[in-house]
């Protein structure tokens, strides 16, 4: 079995991933539907894929169905209360613009919103909102980063660290645009966003590594538990947000691309 150590590192590094989808804005603020609704689509796949291969599969090896199932009805049930009781910014479009941004010359640009101008005091609450909706995107994956590599398969543990970074890329990218066009400035966007991945998934991993390590056999329910909150998070956000902007079926395919982007690295790391 890895040491608290190693896990903390791997889940910090697969966290930090989330600044890297934050590059881009540093160039363009512009973004049309169809990429923003396919990066979106991606990150939902690798979800699911990562909650399926490496921790509902996993669980369901060293546990029975039961367990596993409990775990994905407390995770699912646990995502969705912390929705509703946390305040946070739901990072979707409104229509042909984004919630408390102002369109400019919409007929000349009907796919893109450009950013408002906002006081100080306006855009940093505004970005406190954006990063608290990404720390409550992320502790579930620091949880499965955790409660794979306390399973005592290290290949487990590499593999959804490995899904989790790429999810992450355009997940930052999906978290960063509204941001930028909430008015932070784009260096800051792209540290809030890798800190919304860098600070909670670490401390997350380190949490469900230490429970399942000192409590023998709670692995299937615990990776019931974080597959449930992942798969909460990719029905209750990710895919509404990347529908009904007329790019449904680029949002469709790039989900799929994502879930076999996962059944790859599970099968050729989880060795």
């Known amino acids: 079995m890895q040491t608290l150590a190693t896990v903390v590192i791997v889940a910090l590094l697969a966290g930090c991933a989330t600044g890297i989808g934050a590059l881009p804005t540093l160039a363009t603020a512009s973004v049309s539907h169809r990429v923003y609704d396919g990066a979106i689509g991606l990150a939902a796949g690798i979800m699911v894929g990562a909650a399926v291969f490496a921790l509902i599969v996993p669980g369901l090896e060293l546990g029975t169905p039961w367990e596993v199932v409990a775990g994905l009805l407390v995770g699912g049930a646990f995502m969705l209360v912390a929705n509703a009781l946390l305040p946070h910014l739901h990072l979707l479009f409104r229509g042909e613009r984004l919630?408390?941004?102002?369109?400019?010359?919409?007929?000349?640009?009907?796919?893109?919103?450009?950013?408002?101008?906002?006081?100080?005091?306006?855009?940093?609450?505004?970005?406190?909102?954006?990063?608290?909706?990404?720390?409550?995107?992320?502790?579930?994956?620091?949880?499965?980063?955790?409660?794979?590599?306390?399973?005592?398969?290290?290949?487990?543990?590499?593999?959804?660290?490995?899904?989790?970074?790429?999810?992450?890329?355009?997940?930052?990218?999906?978290?960063?645009?509204?941001?930028?066009?909430?008015?932070?400035?784009?260096?800051?966007?792209v540290l809030y966003t890798t800190l919304s991945g860098g600070v909670p998934e670490p401390i997350a991993a380190a949490a469900g590594f230490a429970l399942v390590a000192v409590v023998t056999g709670l692995f299937p329910v615990a990776a019931g538990f974080a597959a449930g909150a992942m798969i909460a998070v990719v029905f209750r956000e990710l895919v509404p947000s990347s529908h009904g902007h007329g790019y449904a079926d680029t949002a469709t395919a790039t989900f799929v691309c994502g879930f076999a982007i996962m059944l790859v690295v599970d099968t050729v790391l989880a060795v």
């Open 99 to 189: 919630e408390g941004t102002v369109a400019v010359d919409e007929t000349a640009l009907p796919d893109r919103v450009v950013p408002a101008g906002e006081d100080e005091g306006s855009a940093l609450r505004r970005a406190l909102l954006v990063g608290s909706a990404v720390t409550i995107h992320n502790v579930p994956e620091g949880l499965a980063v955790g409660i794979a590599f306390a399973s005592g398969e290290a290949g487990l543990g590499f593999a959804i660290a490995t899904a989790i970074a790429v999810q992450n890329v355009p997940d930052g990218f999906a978290m960063a645009v509204p941001s930028v066009r909430a008015g932070v400035s784009k260096p800051k966007t």
